[in-house]
């Protein structure tokens, strides 16, 4: 049975000849069957593909020419005895002048020194914090969900909606969410919204100074990402303002963009950034 459904899968059928009429005055029509193309998107995960397509352009003068390469001297290595390859070896370095010697290790110090000056350079993770905020904005997923309830902006199809994406992801019953959602009040206002952010924002930060014992006037790059909150002036402008910040920093705001921006901030920090200024 297994095997017949399986198979039903890989057919399709196709009508055609569609309104052709009979003798007898009724429209007719013909069925072709015919097995499918695979699903190359199922079958295949496009995402190692189009690594493997970089890979592939990023090295493709290596992978085109070493192969050659190691050919070739295979070739020529392999057809020589051990005593016969040092005694080439020997007759052809005897043949150059000292100053053809200089030269060829003057371009093979220089060609090393150009590959290894163009590679990207390594950047380390020092150390980070994360803000833990107070016991008193601890709430449950069943808090959520009544609060949620009381606020009567719902339906009752929105909450068992709500309560679903609560349990697929993964949040506790030990979740921290800001008192502008728990409140019963409506607080949801810019004032509300800055201090939230401050206390986040500059929690975090304090924990870092002191873990790294690396001063504000110090960061030359401070790249800040809020997926909502998008404020005039901008978050990076209340750190700069708070710590006192010299006024030749990189500083960079993204807002709005989603929870997708924490791995653009982090490209824009390390790539874009660190490796454009190491020294």
Same mark, same amino acid.
């Given at each position: 049975?297994?095997?017949?459904? *399986?198979?039903?899968? #890989?057919?399709?059928?196709?009508?055609?000849?569609?309104?052709? *009429?009979?003798?007898?005055?009724?429209?007719?029509?013909?069925?072709?069957?015919?097995?499918?193309?695979?699903?190359?998107?199922?079958?295949?995960?496009? !995402?190692?593909? +189009?690594?493997?397509?970089?890979? #592939?352009?990023?090295?493709?003068?290596?992978?085109?020419?070493?192969?050659?390469?190691?050919?070739?001297?295979?070739?020529?290595?392999?057809?020589?005895?051990?005593?016969?390859?040092?005694?080439?070896?020997?007759?052809?370095?005897?043949?150059?002048?000292?100053?053809?010697?200089?030269?060829?290790?003057?371009?093979?110090?220089? $060609?090393?020194?150009?590959?290894?000056?163009?590679?990207?350079?390594?950047?380390?993770?020092?150390?980070?914090?994360?803000?833990?905020?107070?016991?008193?904005?601890?709430?449950? +997923?069943? *808090?959520?969900?009544?609060?949620?309830? +009381?606020?009567?902006?719902?339906?009752?199809?929105?909450?068992?909606?709500?309560?679903?994406?609560?349990?697929?992801?993964?949040?506790?019953?030990?979740?921290?969410?800001?008192?502008?959602?728990?409140?019963? *009040?409506?607080?949801?206002?810019?004032?509300?919204?800055?201090?939230?952010?401050?206390?986040?924002?500059?929690?975090?930060?304090?924990?870092?100074?002191?873990?790294?014992?690396?001063?504000? !006037?110090?960061?030359?790059?401070?790249?800040?990402?809020?997926?909502?909150?998008?404020? $005039?002036?901008?978050?990076?402008?209340?750190?700069?303002?708070?710590?006192?910040?010299?006024?030749?920093? #990189?500083?960079?705001? #993204?807002?709005?963009?989603?929870?997708?921006?924490?791995?653009?901030? /982090?490209?824009?920090? $390390?790539?874009?950034?660190?490796?454009?200024? /190491?020294?």
């Amino acid at each position: 049975m297994a095997r017949n459904q *399986e198979e039903h899968h #890989l057919l399709s059928t196709e009508i055609v000849n569609r309104g052709m *009429e009979s003798s007898s005055g009724s429209m007719t029509f013909s069925v072709r069957v015919r097995r499918r193309l695979p699903d190359f998107v199922q079958s295949v995960n496009l !995402k190692y593909v +189009k690594l493997g397509y970089h890979y #592939l352009i990023n090295h493709g003068i290596y992978l085109a020419t070493l192969p050659v390469l190691v050919l070739v001297f295979s070739a020529e290595v392999g057809s020589l005895s051990r005593e016969e390859l040092w005694r080439k070896l020997w007759d052809s370095t005897a043949r150059y002048d000292l100053a053809t010697v200089l030269a060829f290790f003057g371009v093979f110090v220089f $060609t090393l020194s150009v590959y290894f000056m163009s590679r990207p350079r390594s950047i380390y993770l020092l150390n980070f914090a994360c803000y833990r905020p107070h016991d008193n904005l601890k709430v449950s +997923k069943e *808090e959520i969900i009544e609060q949620a309830r +009381k606020s009567g902006k719902f339906d009752e199809a929105s909450l068992q909606f709500q309560k679903r994406i609560l349990e697929s992801s993964g949040i506790g019953d030990e979740t921290y969410l800001p008192k502008a959602i728990m409140s019963g *009040e409506n607080c949801s206002t810019m004032k509300e919204g800055r201090a939230e952010a401050s206390m986040v924002m500059f929690g975090a930060l304090d924990e870092l100074f002191e873990k790294t014992r690396v001063r504000p !006037k110090d960061v030359g790059v401070l790249v800040v990402n809020c997926s909502i909150f998008n404020p $005039t002036p901008s978050l990076s402008a209340m750190i700069i303002n708070h710590y006192k910040m010299r006024g030749n920093i #990189l500083s960079f705001n #993204l807002g709005g963009m989603g929870c997708s921006a924490g791995i653009i901030a /982090l490209d824009l920090a $390390t790539r874009d950034m660190l490796q454009a200024n /190491l020294t």
